[in-house]
């Protein structure tokens, strides 16, 4: 069974910076997609953020550079930098993981962006 915990959200400022991490366990296949979204009230599920285990990127429009997404394979996590934040990042980021054609998520971190 695949598990993963997410870390890193909070409050920052508008321009600044923030990192979020999700480490997987139980994670047996080398074959792995990690990618991130993010949910706001109102609003469908976005996906933000993706990496393959080629580490082919694909980045939402929406983000226009600010965001990267990075992988360990060693250590088996993922991490989002955000920089240059604005208050509509705000939101419940979700990391999750496709391997074996099944899809697990993370528990969500709040990330509010707000002077």
């Known amino acids: 069974q695949v598990q993963l915990v997410e870390s890193g959200g909070g409050l920052v400022q508008p321009g600044g910076s923030l990192s979020l991490s999700c480490a997987a366990s139980?994670?047996?296949?080398?074959?792995?997609?990690w990618s991130w979204d993010r949910e706001t009230p109102g609003k469908e599920r976005e996906l933000v953020a993706s990496?393959?285990?080629?580490?082919?990127?694909f980045y939402a429009d929406s983000l226009e550079g600010r965001f990267t997404i990075s992988r360990d394979n060693v250590k088996k996590t993922t991490t989002l930098q955000m920089n240059s934040v604005r208050p509509e990042d705000t939101a419940v980021y979700y990391c999750s993981v496709v391997t074996g054609g099944l899809t697990y998520w993370g528990q969500g971190t709040q990330v509010t962006v707000s002077s």
């Open positions: 990496i393959s285990s080629s580490g082919s990127r």
């Open positions: 139980g994670l047996t296949n080398p074959l792995y997609v």
